[in-house]
């Protein structure tokens, strides 16, 4: 099993390192990988399986270490159905993180808004997701090693961990609103009408990731929770044109206001276990 090799690779790299929490950046975010503690490198190459991005804004590489007091392991970038390689890669990669010790998933990403009043630079916790790729990353055979057939999506965005977002948010003074995403293939951004429809389906943000994460994820059993930095106002709802280079520029400057968060929310993670014990 190409999941179980890299598990494999990941804790023979670091002896006595077990993760915790795994966590995937999003385009212009790779930044917040340096602020991990202890931090040993991973080429994706040298995982086998994992993925090899080819977009810009995301190095592929896997960075082990610490970060708010938890030990993890963040991918340091991401594959995307537009770039044509399925969904093997992205798959292998989530369920490594999982063998190699992790139960929960922090994913991240950029996004265009569908709410006029949540510009660029907010961040945005998923609450619930609308999947428009026109594929579901567990099509084909079961592996029912890492889960059922037929797995619920109620609640794939965990309500406990996003509540523990929020407040953490509240105490680090960071603007924090919540939303729904929607997962659209790319690479071609939205059209004015194809935002019109996302926002009567009832999605607050768009995005071209993510959503297969997610999926993957639950289905191995992981707990989710997601924060989009939102980089420009979907097409239409704003002035001027929106491209990729917008989109890495927006994520960088709110990137210090994503690590705060995530720092902040990782040490949380102890204190709310604490209380519960």
């Not at 993957?216 to 980089?231: D, E, K, P, S, W």
Request: hydrophobic letters at 45%; aromatic letters at 4%; a negative charge.
């Amino acid at each position: 099993m190409t999941a179980a090799r890299a598990a494999a690779e990941i804790l023979h790299r670091v002896p006595g390192f077990r993760p915790r929490v795994g966590i995937v950046l999003g385009s212009g975010l790779g930044g917040v990988a340096d602020r991990i503690e202890g931090a040993t490198v991973m080429p994706y190459g040298d995982l086998p399986g994992f993925p090899l991005p080819s977009v810009e804004g995301h190095m592929g590489r896997l960075v082990l270490g610490h970060l708010g007091g938890q030990p993890v392991a963040c991918m340091q970038g991401r594959v995307h159905a537009y770039e044509g390689n399925g969904f093997d890669a992205l798959k292998t990669a989530v369920r490594a993180l999982k063998l190699a010790g992790c139960d929960t998933l922090v994913l991240t990403c950029a996004a265009g808004s569908l709410r006029v009043e949540v510009g660029p630079g907010r961040l945005m916790a998923i609450s619930d997701h609308i999947n428009m790729l026109g594929a579901n990353p567990l099509t084909g055979p079961n592996e029912d090693s890492f889960g059922p057939r037929f797995p619920s999506m109620t609640d794939a965005w965990d309500p406990a961990l996003r509540a523990l977002m929020r407040r953490r948010a509240l105490e680090l003074n960071i603007d924090l609103v919540e939303g729904v995403y929607a997962a659209y293939p790319g690479p071609s951004f939205e059209t004015p009408a194809e935002v019109r429809m996302l926002k009567v389906l009832g999605a607050d943000a768009v995005g071209m990731s993510t959503v297969p994460e997610c999926i993957v994820a639950r289905h191995c059993g992981l707990r989710v929770v997601g924060c989009a930095v939102i980089t420009n106002l979907g097409v239409g709802l704003g002035d001027g044109p929106v491209d990729h280079d917008q989109t890495l520029r927006a994520a960088s400057a709110a990137a210090s206001d994503l690590e705060r968060l995530l720092t902040g929310f990782l040490d949380g993670l102890n204190i709310d276990e604490g209380r519960r014990s």
